[in-house]
């Protein structure tokens, strides 16, 4: 449940005008119907979220996407750690599209809910397996500090190996530059005007 605390600030989210929309047909140049095209040929085929926004520079989308297709539909980490590594770092950049399109996808993908609320509630979770832990421990001594030091470090590589470290970062810098796209964009959240994440303290 959100801070009530919290609750202008949530309120001014849900009213603020949506930066950055879709863009009609009719008004797009060739370079971006191109790049619609190419998500749409692709295994998303869909122009939700974050990709309203990056149509305004349809290259940067197209090289994006690429990206992301590889880590949702072709990367080997377990699918369950693919997600919970998504919902990490939705939290840590307060991503409000992110957490209601990835929190879903990563129960259905096995996570226990449990886990993911404490995720969204900004605590750690309690309950984790193994490699969930390691995925937690690691990635958010990542974002908070810049890097992790070498005991997190030779963790995640004896669980996962030097691709799978090198996955797992991946994940979460490739949601971070959606996150921050998201954020300035006002995107929505598709299914009413409820945040799904609770508002945390201000960082100073």
Known sequence: MSDPNNSLQEVRYTLAPVRLGPIPEDQMTDAQKAAVDAVM???????GGPFSALLRSPELMNRVQKVGEYLRFMCPLDKRLGEFAAIIAARHYSQQFEWWAHYRQAVEAGLKAEIGDAVGEGRRPTGMADDEEIVYDFLTEALKNNGVCDITYARAVRKFGEQ????????????GLLALVMNVARTPVPEGPALPLPALPVRT
């Open 41 to 47: 040929s692709g295994p998303r085929k869909h122009m």
């Open 164 to 175: 799978g470290v090198v996955d797992l970062l991946a994940v979460a810098g490739y949601y």
